[in-house]
């Protein structure tokens, strides 16, 4: 369970076990972000609005997840490295 709600489908499942295999930040599944369920997938408009709100949105297929799993984590790695807003001394 995370944030009050279980890991529902195999896209999730699957992107759980790859940020443990490849030790990236821990994800909160089901995170409610400006009145949106944020899951993989974001429609536009709630991308827009999560990027203007300073938010960082990366998007991937099911297909990129399945058959690139570590291409996914060095996008997430990178994207942590260069947006989380707590720099490494």
Do not use: C, N
């Amino acid at each position: 369970m995370h944030q009050g709600h279980a890991i529902d489908s195999d896209l999730e499942r699957r992107m759980h076990r790859l940020t443990k295999r490849f030790g990236l930040p821990r994800m909160i599944h089901h995170a409610v972000v400006l009145g949106y369920e944020v899951d993989f997938l974001i429609e536009g408009t709630r991308e827009a609005e999560l990027t203007t709100a300073g938010y960082v949105v990366v998007r991937f297929t099911y297909t990129m997840l399945t058959r690139q799993p570590q291409w996914v984590a060095s996008m997430v790695h990178s994207a942590f490295r260069r947006w989380s807003p707590v720099r490494p001394s």
